[in-house]
């Protein structure tokens, strides 16, 4: 079993930083990968990030450059920069672990709400 736990999000106006984070505990041995995704009221929940335990990075939309993922592995906690946030950014962002087995686990999520 793996638990995740979101923390740092918030109301923001347009242009400003958030900066989330995911701290893990449980089986952390067996987690390959973790990252972002969110969910926008009436849309599915989409990717937003991801780093693998080598620390590969991947986004969903690389060349925006506005988010960036990293991970404190003395703190097992993952963190998720955002930057110049726009209003299309709000939405429930969710942590998720990939396990050896294939298997994600996911955090109960942190709303993100961007003000125009």
């Known amino acids: 079993q793996v638990q995740l736990v979101e923390s740092g999000g918030g109301l923001v106006q347009a242009g400003g930083s958030l900066r989330l984070s995911c701290a893990a ?3 952390l041995f067996s987690i390959n ?3 972002w995704y969110r969910q926008a ?3 599915q929940r989409e990717f937003v990030a991801r780093i693998t335990r080598d620390g590969y990075r991947i986004y969903a939309d690389p060349k925006k450059g506005r988010f960036i993922i990293s991970r404190d592995n003395a703190r097992n906690t993952m963190f998720l920069q955002m ?3 726009i209003p299309e950014d709000t939405a429930v962002y969710y942590c998720n672990a990939i396990v050896a087995e294939g298997k994600n686990y996911w955090g109960q ?3 993100v709400t961007v003000s125009s």
């Open 33 to 35: 990968a973790m990252g």
């Open 25 to 27: 505990s449980g089986r």
């Open 41 to 43: 009221p009436g849309k």
């Open 109 to 111: 999520g942190t709303q």
């Open 83 to 85: 930057n110049s946030l």
